[in-house]
């Protein structure tokens, strides 16, 4: 099935970022976009999400024009159907890690998985205040909040940056895991390209363009 289309977007804040990129996102798979920083990589990715509006284009989430979405049925889709992770962390700082868990949880009518804490290794600190974990460990905080929502799409913005080599290749692997299982995909932008080429396709964004390497 089809998660994502994009055809012919193109984008430009000062100047143009990019123009005519188009991909499409099927069940349980991986796609990693790479490429200098400044190219539009992070924008690329907003666009996809519905962050941003592109200036020219249009996107699909699951077979349906997101430009013939009414506000309430988009919002819907973002709260339970897409999930973003950032390499900040955005958590709610004045909670807990498993609080932060739990909002999520409560807001997508789902539970929260203990073998999935265990995965990341935060099942030992999950009840520590945000603000007493490290950043790789707040980081792992933000990717199972994510994921405690059962995404279709995962939307990970260097999702790894604050983690050590080999933390960053087991959570590669968990994303990878949850896409199969949960018939989801994912879009990955990263400066990692041994990460990148981990992903089913590779594209880069070069000279304003997206352009296929895998």
């Known amino acids: 099935m089809n ?7 193109s984008h430009s804040f000062d100047y143009e970022l990019f123009h005519n990129v188009s991909l499409d996102l099927q069940q349980k798979e991986s796609i990693a976009i ?8 992070s924008t690329l990715l907003h666009i996809l999400s519905t962050l941003l509006t592109p200036d020219s284009g249009a996107i699909s989430l699951f077979g ?3 430009s013939s979405m ?6 819907k889709i973002k709260r339970d159907d897409l999930g ?7 958590l709610f700082k004045g909670f807990s890690a498993y609080e932060n868990l739990e909002v999520a949880a409560m807001l997508s009518n789902q539970r929260i998985d203990e073998d999935l804490l265990k995965k990341l290794n935060i099942d030992t600190v999950i009840e520590q205040k945000v603000t007493e974990l490290s950043g ?3 980081q792992r905080v933000s990717i199972a909040r994510v994921l405690t929502k059962k995404p ?12 050590d080599k080999k933390t960053a290749h087991d959570v590669m692997d968990l994303f990878f895991e949850y896409c199969d299982q949960s018939l989801a995909g994912m879009i990955l932008v990263t400066h990692d390209e041994i990460l990148a080429f981990k ?3 590779v594209y880069k964004l070069e000279n304003k363009e997206l352009i296929r390497v895998k």
């Open 34 to 41: 790479i490429g200098v920083s400044g190219s539009g990589k």
């Open 136 to 138: 790789g460990q707040q």
């Open 84 to 90: 973003l992770v950032f390499q900040s962390h955005y």
């Open 152 to 163: 279709r799409i995962i939307f990970a913005d260097e999702p790894t940056g604050n983690l």
């Open 64 to 66: 349906n024009a997101v």
């Open 70 to 75: 009414d506000k309430k049925r988009l919002s």
């Open 199 to 201: 992903c089913q396709k």
């Open 3 to 9: 998660l994502l289309s994009a055809k012919n977007i």
